[in-house]
């Protein structure tokens, strides 16, 4: 508790990772504090062919493997620790984990994001069980069954491509009768004999004994309800749920200023309302999120945090 850093990172993503990258090569004291292990949702990423210069092995975990031995080698420190309080407001900040209590001079908040859950009943019992948020993950697992993609959006259609290496046949259940996805990300789907498409209809039951078994779909526009039922021979199916993201900000309501649907404010050099804290990556209200924008943002705030020290803590 004694130590104070200079710079606190709390995630370990892209945009943390970046953030440390520079603030280590800066020379500040630097502490990154993940609470699972370094990556973030990119390490579900079984293609990233849209990150610059990622030709050879454009997978989210090989590019996190090189992001983390680039940071280790400025002698940034790195803990895995649960972040449960935080005392932002004054001079010195302190971040409360479940293993320690830390301090610094500033903070870098680069939390991210986390897979937004459907709500279904059996949704939540059967996770792990069938149904999965992670298509890099669990793929595998489903190869030769049958596979339901929730989802109309970049994440979802992308990754049935992936889980079509797999499966026997992926569905797409889609809310809508149009996908949100890019264009060039469609157009592979379509063309791909493996996935199929079920529009304008939303899960309203999953249902299995230990597995998935069943589940229960139904119409939007004329309201029928359908069970799809596992067939005999295999007993279950997949079920990825791949329908966005929500921040992990909840730790800083009414510290941080966020807006409506949680994502924190940050101005373009990511200064939040409080001097002295920072804030980056897939948790930051902006309008893209990827890769290229976490790293980004992680750079900025840590110039940020250097400048910010220079200004406050040195004679
Ligand atoms: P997203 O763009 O927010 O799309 C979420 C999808 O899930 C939408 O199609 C949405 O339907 C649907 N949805 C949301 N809530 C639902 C619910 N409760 N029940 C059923 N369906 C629901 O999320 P994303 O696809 O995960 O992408 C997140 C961000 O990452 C985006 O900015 C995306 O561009 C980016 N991304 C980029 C790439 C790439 O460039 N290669 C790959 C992955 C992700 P509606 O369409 O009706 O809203």
């Known amino acids: ?51 610059p210069g990622s030709i050879e092995d454009p997978t989210g975990p090989k590019l996190i493997a090189r992001m983390v031995e680039q940071v280790d080698s400025f002698d940034v420190e790195r803990k895995i620790d649960e972040i449960t309080e935080i005392d932002l407001e004054k001079e010195i900040k302190v971040v409360k984990g479940s293993k320690g209590e830390y301090q610094a001079r500033s903070v870098i908040i680069a939390a991210g994001a986390k897979p937004r859950l459907l709500g279904s009943p059996g949704e939540k019992e059967l996770t792990g069980k069938g149904v999965s948020y992670c298509a890099t993950c669990d793929a595998a697992f489903f190869e030769d069954f049958d596979v339901y993609v929730i989802g109309g959006g970049d994440t979802a259609v992308e990754e049935s491509l992936f889980i079509s290496k797999f499966a026997r046949k992926v569905t797409i259940v889609h809310r809508r009768d149009e996908l949100r996805a890019a264009k060039s990300i469609q157009e592979k789907a379509f063309k791909n004999d493996k996935i199929e498409f079920i529009w304008d209809t939303e899960v309203k039951e999953i249902k299995g004994d230990g597995i998935v078994e069943s589940m229960v779909l ?73 890769v290229v924008t976490a790293t980004s943002d992680g750079a900025i705030a840590a110039i940020q945090a250097e400048k910010y020290i220079g200004e406050n803590f040195e004679e």
């Open 218 to 290: 139904r119409n939007k526009k004329t309201g029928e309800e359908t069970e799809i039922v596992a067939n005999e021979d295999d007993g279950t199916f997949g079920i990825f749920v791949l329908v966005g993201y929500l921040p992990q900000s909840d730790l800083f309501k009414n510290v941080i200023d966020m807006d409506d649907r949680g994502y924190l404010l940050g101005d373009e050099n990511m200064h939040t309302n409080i001097d002295g804290v920072f804030v980056a990556g897939d948790i930051r209200q902006k309008s893209l999120r990827q």
């Open 1 to 51: 508790m004694n130590k104070i850093y200079d710079v606190i990172i709390i995630g370990a993503g892209p945009a943390g990772l970046s953030a440390g990258l520079y603030a280590g090569r800066a020379k500040l004291d630097t502490l990154i504090l993940e609470k699972e292990k370094a990556g973030g949702q990119i390490v579900t990423t079984e293609e990233l062919e849209n990150y």
